[in-house]
């Protein structure tokens, strides 16, 4: 067990683990927040990560095709390039290994309570702290930085039966080891973005693969190569053009914000997709049901090159009337045919829009986030949340992107959060909370950014959107615009206030 008593935060109340900031989680963004404290000389920290190891959703998911969308040389911290990338677009592995290696080399892993999973924060107004339960300790400290992130935790939907299925059920973000394959009948729910990359690995191996689609969704090519041993040679010894490279990428994918704002710009590259799916798919009627019918970019864009060539294979048979109950052998569909199956994979997407965390936050007045969020998931700057204090989520509300590197945008909340716990302390408080009427505006101001994207008028559903419709998801414009808005500090957006019993020197 960790003794952290030597640290330099005191707090006012005995605890087992006392430290002045705790980040949660390891992935992307509490890696980076760690990295961002370190930097600073600040070490009073720890993390703590559920599971026992660091990645996140790239420990997480492990199944066959798992790859990022975006280019590594982006999708990938601006402070710790890696010229080793073997692939424009690197896969799941690849990407860990990255993870690992950061926490590693940046002396974050001594950090990290593993195995330590949270299941309530609750802020102590009298002590002006926080109080972590985990399944192991309590904690106490004065800020916390999520990085809990909003695809952590599977969703599974309710069908009916599916508890009397006598074969094997798994969640695509909880593929088991070793999984046995071949021969085997196998049902697939879901055409999403992990979908499409698991079946084209797993069809050439299955008996019968019998994928249900319940909307067609955009797929263009993956532009994506091997890079060369002297590219790789080149950015290790030239690290500026690596960043040039990195830049070069970064700007050709804001030009796609252009787009989702103005959706009938979407019709060339919805020109390019048809292409892409005439150029694969001969059979009229299945290119017929693999056709979308919305605007291109109303839902994730999908890359790939493999997924309609394994949709063409003669072993695949696509199901557009959805599962309509599940038997003790396999599934009936709406068009009440049962399909019998050994397997059934729900590639059916993650809780992003009634996320667990949000259930056991509990802010200033004792009610929880998921209570202030009843109606939409808001905050200030993607990050604060009025009523709960010294706060911050990475990638809380607004802050997904359509279009380029989520870490661009959990970078810089990072410096957010850093810049206002900085200037708190420089001015002698110790607690900050968003004022309810600035985020009111922030929100005002996001929603109008909103207005006529093809988010919105795209003609479709998806879980970007919540219960009341509004796309609580993603940021609206260009990414830059959110970073220079939230990093030029408004600090009227905040009440400050002094703790309110001084902690002992
Ligand atoms: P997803 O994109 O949300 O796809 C879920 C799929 O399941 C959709 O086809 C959806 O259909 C279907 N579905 C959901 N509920 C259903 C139900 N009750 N009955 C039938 N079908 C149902 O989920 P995901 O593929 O897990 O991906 C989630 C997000 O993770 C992505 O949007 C992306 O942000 C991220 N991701 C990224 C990468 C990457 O390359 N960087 C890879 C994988 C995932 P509808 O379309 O009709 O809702």
Not at 213 to 241: G, I, Y
Not at 434 to 450: G, H, I, N, S
């Amino acid at each position: 067990m960790n003794n952290l008593s030597n640290t330099g935060y005191k707090s006012n109340t005995a605890a087992e683990h006392t430290t002045k900031t705790i980040i949660i989680g390891t992935g992307f963004g509490g890696l980076a927040a760690a990295f961002r404290l370190k930097q600073q000389n600040d070490n009073d920290y720890i993390i703590l990560e559920r599971a026992g190891d660091v990645g996140g959703v790239w420990r997480d998911n492990q199944y066959p095709g798992c790859a990022c969308d975006v280019q590594s040389n982006l999708y990938s911290f601006s402070f710790a390039q890696n010229p080793a990338w073997s692939r424009e677009f690197s896969g799941r592995d690849e990407i860990l290994q990255y993870l690992k290696r950061c926490a590693r080399q940046f002396g974050l892993t001594s950090k990290i309570h593993f195995n330590t999973n949270v299941t309530r924060l609750e802020w102590r107004e009298k002590d002006s702290e926080w109080l972590i339960t985990t399944d192991r300790n309590e904690y106490r400290s004065r800020y916390i930085i999520s990085g809990m992130g909003n695809l952590s935790d599977p969703k599974i939907p309710h069908i009916d039966g599916i508890e009397n299925f006598k074969g094997k059920v798994f969640h695509s973000g909880n593929w088991p080891k070793d999984l046995q394959l071949d021969g085997k009948s196998v049902a697939v729910i879901g055409t999403g973005a992990s979908a499409i990359q698991f079946i084209p690995e797993i069809q050439p191996l299955v008996a019968n693969l019998h994928v249900y689609q319940r909307t067609a969704a955009w797929v263009m090519k993956r532009p994506d190569s091997a890079v060369n041993e002297v590219t790789r040679k080149r950015f290790a010894s030239m690290p500026w053009l690596q960043r040039l490279a990195r830049y070069k990428i970064y700007l050709k994918r804001e030009w796609m914000a252009c787009a989702f704002r103005n959706p009938v710009l979407m019709r060339v590259a919805q020109k390019h997709a048809m292409h892409h799916l005439n150029e694969a798919i001969k059979d009229p009627q299945l290119r017929k049901k693999l056709t979308p019918n919305y605007t291109l970019g109303c839902k994730r864009v999908l890359l790939s090159n493999d997924y309609y060539p394994a949709m063409a294979k003669p072993n695949v048979n696509l199901i557009t009337s959805g599962p309509k109950r599940i038997t003790e052998r396999g599934i009936v569909g709406h068009d009440d045919i049962e399909r019998q199956v050994d397997m059934i994979i729900f590639g059916t997407g993650f809780q992003a829009q009634e996320l667990p965390y949000a259930h056991y936050i509990f802010g200033r007045s004792g009610s929880s986030l998921a209570e202030a969020w009843k109606d939409s998931p808001v905050s200030l700057a993607g990050t604060t949340v009025s009523g709960f204090p010294n706060l911050f989520l990475i990638h809380g509300p607004n802050t997904g992107t359509g279009h380029t590197s989520a870490v661009y945008m959990m970078e810089a909340q990072v410096e957010y959060s850093v810049r206002l716990i900085r200037y708190a302390e420089r001015a002698g408080f110790g607690v900050l909370e968003a004022r309810e009427e600035a985020q009111q505006r922030y929100v005002r101001w996001v929603d109008k950014l909103m207005l006529g994207t093809v988010w919105t008028s795209g003609g479709c559903q998806s879980w970007y959107l919540d219960k009341t419709g509004r796309n609580s998801i993603l940021w609206p414009y260009y990414s830059f615009i959110f970073r220079n808005r939230i990093l030029n500090i408004r600090s009227g957006e905040y009440e400050f206030r002094k703790p309110q019993r001084l902690t002992a020197a």
